[in-house]
Nanobody, 121 residues
Framework: QVQLVESGGGWVQPGGSLRLSCVYS????????MGWHRQVPGNQRELVAA????????TYADSVKGRFTISIDNAKKTMYIQMNSLKPEDTAVYYC??????????????WGQGTQVTVSS
């Protein structure tokens, strides 16, 4: 089992910045990748950014490229996403996601509880 705790959401004006954090804990063989997704009511959850556990590879949705930066600090067991130049269309609930390999060598995905990000004037 893996537990994820997100923090850092809130309200910000357009053009502002926020940093979300996701702390992971639990017992598993290996951490494979982590990511941030977001969801607006009535829409499907979409991938915002993802990173492999070493931090050596990242990917971003086209809508956030150049504005958002994902990173991971394995010593702190924490993943971050720095969100700059926020737009009203970035308003959503943001979810942390992790993919791990268990000690039984099975793959599993876990989700955080979500944190609200609201961008408005």
């Amino acid at each position: 089992q893996v537990q994820l705790v997100e923090s850092g959401g809130g309200w910000v004006q357009p053009g502002g910045s926020l940093r979300l954090s996701c702390v992971y804990s639990g017992s598993f063989f290996s951490l494979n990748a982590m990511g941030w997704h977001r969801q607006v009511p009535g829409n499907q959850r979409e991938l915002v950014a993802a990173i492999i556990s070493t931090g050596s590879f990242t990917t971003y949705a086209d809508s956030v490229k150049g504005r958002f930066t994902i990173s991971i600090d394995n010593a702190k067991k924490t993943m971050y996403i720095q969100m700059n130049s926020l737009k009203p269309e970035d308003t959503a609930v943001y979810y942390c996601n992790v993919n791990v390999t268990s000690y039984y060598f099975t793959g599993s995905a876990y989700w955080g509880q979500g944190t609200q990000v609201t961008v408005s004037s």
